[in-house]
């Protein structure tokens, strides 16, 4: 096999960043010019389209997996939130009081993180201490009062 195809597929296998990559197109483009043979230039660039689409796609991943937050996080902003608005405490929400401002607080709370969609009834259960099935049983609750 042609050593531009060997190299090329060697220097992609570690390539990890911009700099990199321009560096292993620059080596194989001085290769490829040398080269006679049509088969081999094409294997070459085919090897080194792969690992410009890895490279991409690895990028987005990392760029995407460096936006989203830690959902604990994201379930405690929007915990606070609701706090902030209701005048209730989050630890308020979180015990076990049956006074209906904390009720209400807490429903709005669980029914505010089910809406965004990043929530399963599971997930919030866990957060407030709490069977999923006592979640939706007050997101419905909740929706109920809001409906009339």
Known sequence: ????????????????????MKAVLAVAAGRLAHLSDGATARKVLNT???GLQRFEREAVIARDVARV??????????AEEVARETG???????GRSKLLRIVR????????????????TPAIGRFFGRDHSTIVVGIKRHRRALAS
């Open 69 to 78: 937050k830690p959902v604990a996080a994201s379930m405690r902003e929007i």
């Open 1 to 20: 096999m042609n050593s531009a195809y060997v190299l090329a597929s060697r220097l992609l296998d570690g390539v990890d960043d911009p700099d990199q």
């Open 48 to 50: 080194i389209h792969v």
């Open 105 to 120: 607080a807490r429903r709005t709370a669980w029914d505010r993180l089910h809406r965004t969609g990043r929530f399963t």
């Open 88 to 94: 209730v405490t989050v630890d308020e929400m979180m």
